[in-house]
């Protein structure tokens, strides 16, 4: 059975740092596209970044330069790492997993930014 459980959320204050951590089972971790989400209120979920198998990234623009997606697959784990984060950011993050066809999705860390 395919899991994903997203930790490392919280309450920070802008300008301020946190990392994610989407621990994952049920599936070839290592052969899985990756993927950050999020939703904000009253906004659709976009993405934020993607690691591929072969370690590509990519970013949207508005987390370029402050975020850092990355995966480790001793650990089945990915993460992301956000700096500078702003109230803007504030919102639920999601893992994703892509692997053929089908998709898996956890449950979401919410990350609030405000001071």
Known sequence: QVQLVESGGGLVQPGGSLRLSCA???FTFSSAHMSWYR????KERELVAGI???ISTNYADSVRGRFTISRDNAKKTLYLQMNSLNPEDTAVYYCRAVRRAT???????QVTVSS
Not at 39 to 42: K, R, S, V
Not at 103 to 109: A, D, K
Request: zero cysteines; a neutral charge.
């Open 24 to 26: 994952a089972s049920g």
């Open 39 to 42: 939703q904000a209120p009253g």
């Open 103 to 109: 998709i898996s999705w956890g449950q979401g860390t």
């Open 52 to 54: 591929s198998a072969s």
